[in-house]
């Protein structure tokens, strides 16, 4: 397969991307969507003329970043408008409720909130490790979820990852660190390359019905996800001369939403606006995608193992 390349690169803004482009009449759900590379997302779409649904936790910020947005695209002629529900992606009966409700055709899934490097081993009520069923799982329910109104007309899934997939792959047999040690890290690259395998595997099950699913790396951006990451660490990573503001940082999101370069591809991971190059499992390295990441194998059975225990959950 040709490698994707666009004219936006690791400086381009979310803004750049969606220039010129006209969303006036699609809808859009962003999770994440108050605060971060999410409420930016949110903001180009609306820019664009989108009808964005900011799907987040905490309604209060929701509002008010909604709010902020509708301030800023005030004099932008054709702006589209910024609704807000809640979702919380570790109450999936809660998720159920937020897909079953939404009413008619869905342009763009934007999977887009998260959680990094908690320190400690976290499970939730159904027995999930915290970062996986958080980032992974909640999504595979909303993603799943939305299928039929994703399906009504064709639609982009956009998959937030991590260069930090490139730290763990998918244990199959030990998702939950029941046998081996947590840690932080391996359990925040093995979240991030499940979102790449679900873009994988929605592709391949979903593309007949005019769905796309790709996956991306935003970049290093200072945000509320590193909360849990020791402050001496932040504070070297501050130090980093590519780290990218918030609206760089939504870029490659926009590009995966929008870019006409995509048009019925999916499966893909990217970076810095373009198709990131295949690197071999054991390179060391601090970009690229891991072949585990793309596995077509592994995309299947962590589906299935995902739909399993969000049917548990939901009783079905």
């Known amino acids: 397969m040709a490698r994707i390349t666009t004219r936006f690169g690791a400086r381009s803004t979310a803004d ?10 699609r809808r859009a ?13 949110a903001r180009s779409l609306a820019r664009a003329g989108a009808e964005v649904t900011i ?54 899934l934007v999977d887009n909130a998260g959680v990094m490097a908690v320190p400690e081993r976290r499970t939730t009520s159904y027995g999930w490790e915290l970062q996986l069923a958080t980032n992974h799982l909640g999504h595979h329910a ?11 007309e064709g639609a982009r899934i956009v998959s937030v990852s991590s260069s930090g997939h ?11 660190f029941e046998r081996r040690p947590y840690d932080p890290w391996s359990a925040y690259g093995q979240s991030k390359t499940a979102n790449v395998l679900l873009a994988v595997e929605a592709t391949r ?9 790709n996956a991306l790396m935003p970049g290093g951006i200072m945000t509320r996800l590193q909360r849990h990451v020791p402050e001496e660490t932040q504070a070297e990573w501050r130090r980093y001369e590519g780290l990218k503001t918030p609206q760089q940082g939504a ?9 006409p370069e995509l048009e019925g591809i999916g499966g893909r991971y990217l970076e810095d ?44």
């Open 55 to 108: 799907a987040v936790r905490d309604v209060e910020a929701g509002r008010r970043a909604a709010a902020d947005i509708a301030a800023s695209l005030a004099d932008v002629r054709g702006a589209g408008t910024v609704e807000v529900a809640h979702l919380d992606l570790v109450d999936l009966v809660g998720v159920a409720r937020f897909a079953e409700a939404w009413d008619g055709p869905l342009h763009l």
């Open 205 to 213: 099950r979903w593309a007949s019905d005019g769905i796309t699913a």
């Open 29 to 41: 759900v962003v999770t994440g969507g108050a605060s971060g590379i999410g409420v930016e997302t």
């Open 16 to 25: 750049e991307v969606v220039a010129g482009v006209d969303l006036t009449g």
């Open 166 to 176: 490139l730290a763990s792959p998918v244990v199959l047999d030990d998702l939950q």
């Open 251 to 259: 870029a490659t999101t926009l590009v995966a939403a929008v870019a």
């Open 142 to 152: 909303l993603t799943t979820g939305l299928h039929d109104a994703l399906a009504a």
């Open 273 to 316: 606006g373009n198709e990131a190059e295949t690197v071999d499992d054991d390179a060391q390295v601090g970009a690229g995608v891991r072949r585990w990441a793309l596995d077509p194998a592994t995309a299947t059975r962590l589906w299935d193992l995902s739909t399993a225990a969000v049917d548990r959950v939901l009783g079905r």
